[in-house]
């Protein structure tokens, strides 16, 4: 089956530093890919959505400047947390749609702790 | 705005007994409602959607457009169905995928 994969499962970085996160599609090409973000024990806020050769678009209370997506190719998206702060510290989970099944594809996670 | 509601944060059955994890959900028009599993240190997967109606590990959902529900049912529980559950409404498109806040199945042996 299709295979997403995310990099790294785990960082910590210091407060005011960025951390990038990669989202691939390891087996199959997708023209989008959204971005997640987990709290404890609550569901998945969908933070992005991340076309190939376009702009993301951001859900509404998601500042575009903090979070930056790129989708560069069709099968990576990056999402940079920049200035982190301890509030930014979270479960990060990306998707990947498959055009062939129209289904979608989860990540195994990324967790992020800023200190 | 679409909602997806799940109102069990925790449902305990036991084996071999039947299970309801109950979605209702919110929107004006024609969604397309989904059921994903996390099992346990494991990614989130889909278990099955309602246009394909298909039954997946013995899990069926049916989209009850009059009472905006999309529960999913087993008629005999199993321990390896102990995980958490989501149910997922999109609008079309995969535009727009909302979650609900998640149910987890907790079978006992």
Same mark, same amino acid.
């Given at each position: 089956?299709?295979?997403?994969?995310?990099?790294?499962?785990?960082? *910590? $970085?210091?407060?005011?530093?960025?951390?990038? *996160?990669? $989202?691939?599609?390891?087996?199959?090409?997708?023209?989008?890919?959204?971005?997640?973000?987990?709290? +404890?024990?609550?569901?998945?806020?969908?933070?992005?959505?991340?076309?190939?050769?376009?702009?993301?678009?951001?859900?509404?209370?998601?500042?575009?400047?903090?979070?930056?997506?790129?989708?560069?190719?069709?099968?990576? !998206?990056?999402?940079?947390?920049? !200035?982190?702060? +301890?509030?930014?510290?979270?479960?990060?989970? $990306?998707?990947?749609?498959? +055009?062939?099944?129209?289904?979608?594809?989860?990540? +195994?996670?990324?967790?992020?702790?800023?200190? | 705005?679409?909602?997806?509601?799940?109102?069990?944060?925790?449902?305990?059955?036991?084996?071999?007994?039947?299970?309801?994890?109950?979605?209702?959900?919110?929107?004006?028009?024609?969604?397309?409602?989904?059921?994903?599993?996390?099992?346990?240190?494991?990614?989130?997967?889909?278990?099955?959607?309602?246009?394909?109606?298909?039954?997946?590990?013995?899990?069926?959902?049916?989209?009850?457009?009059?009472?905006?529900?999309?529960?999913?049912?087993?008629?005999?529980?199993?321990?390896?169905?102990?995980?958490?559950?989501?149910?997922?409404?999109?609008?079309?498109?995969?535009?727009?995928?909302?979650?609900?806040?998640?149910?987890?199945?907790?079978?006992?042996?």
């Amino acid at each position: 089956g299709a295979v997403v994969s995310q990099h790294p499962s785990r960082v *910590i $970085c210091k407060s005011g530093t960025s951390v990038k *996160i990669e $989202c691939r599609s390891l087996d199959f090409q997708a023209t989008t890919m959204f971005w997640y973000r987990q709290f +404890p024990k609550k569901s998945l806020m969908l933070m992005a959505t991340s076309n190939e050769g376009s702009k993301a678009t951001y859900e509404q209370g998601v500042e575009k400047d903090k979070f930056l997506i790129n989708h560069a190719s069709l099968t990576l !998206s990056t999402l940079t947390v920049t !200035s982190a702060h +301890p509030e930014d510290s979270s479960f990060y989970i $990306c998707s990947a749609h498959s +055009p062939l099944t129209d289904e979608q594809y989860f990540g +195994p996670g990324t967790r992020l702790t800023v200190t | 705005a679409q909602r997806v509601t799940q109102p069990e944060k925790l449902l305990s059955v036991f084996k071999g007994a039947p299970v309801e994890l109950k979605c209702n959900y919110s929107y004006s028009g024609s969604p397309e409602l989904f059921w994903y599993v996390q099992y346990s240190r494991q990614r989130l997967q889909l278990l099955l959607r309602h246009i394909s109606r298909e039954s997946i590990k013995g899990f069926t959902a049916d989209l009850n457009k009059g009472e905006t529900s999309f529960h999913l049912k087993k008629p005999f529980a199993q321990e390896e169905d102990s995980a958490m559950y989501y149910c997922a409404l999109t609008t079309g498109g995969y535009q727009k995928v909302t979650f609900g806040t998640g149910t987890k199945l907790q079978v006992i042996p």
